[in-house]
Nanobody, 119 residues
Framework: QVQLEESGGGLVQAGGSLRLSCAPSGDTGCIIAMYWYRQAPGTERELVAT???????FYIEDVKDRFILSRDKHSDAMYLQMLSLKPEDTAIYYCVAEEGGSCGGHTYWGQGTQVTVSS
């Protein structure tokens, strides 16, 4: 099993920045990919960015020039540096970890961290 703890959310003015952190624990050796999702009020949860165990990254179009995803090889922690934030980035941000099939193939979600961007 994998547990995920997010931190770093908060209130920031438009144009500001925040850094989200996700600290996995448990069977972290089973993680093959990690993701950030977000959910704004009244909307469905959407994928924001992904990072695979080989280091490859993906960003949705809306954030690819403003957000930077990284992962610490030693601690397995994942970070999302969010720059030039916009009010439409306001959402609860969730850290997600995907387990390899040999470990059971489960997907784990964190509790979420609130990001609020004021105009």
């Amino acid at each position: 099993q994998v547990q995920l703890e997010e931190s770093g959310g908060g209130l920031v003015q438009a144009g500001g920045s925040l850094r989200l952190s996700c600290a996995p624990s448990g069977d972290t050796g089973c993680i093959i990919a990690m993701y950030w999702y977000r959910q704004a009020p009244g909307t469905e949860r959407e994928l924001v960015a992904t990072i695979s165990s080989d280091g490859s990254k993906f960003y949705i179009e809306d954030v690819k020039d403003r957000f930077i995803l990284s992962r610490d090889k030693h601690s397995d922690a994942m970070y999302l540096q969010m720059l030039s934030l916009k009010p439409e980035d306001t959402a609860i941000y969730y850290c997600v970890a995907e387990e390899g099939g040999s470990c059971g193939g489960h997907t784990y979600w964190g509790q979420g961290t609130q990001v609020t961007v004021s105009s």
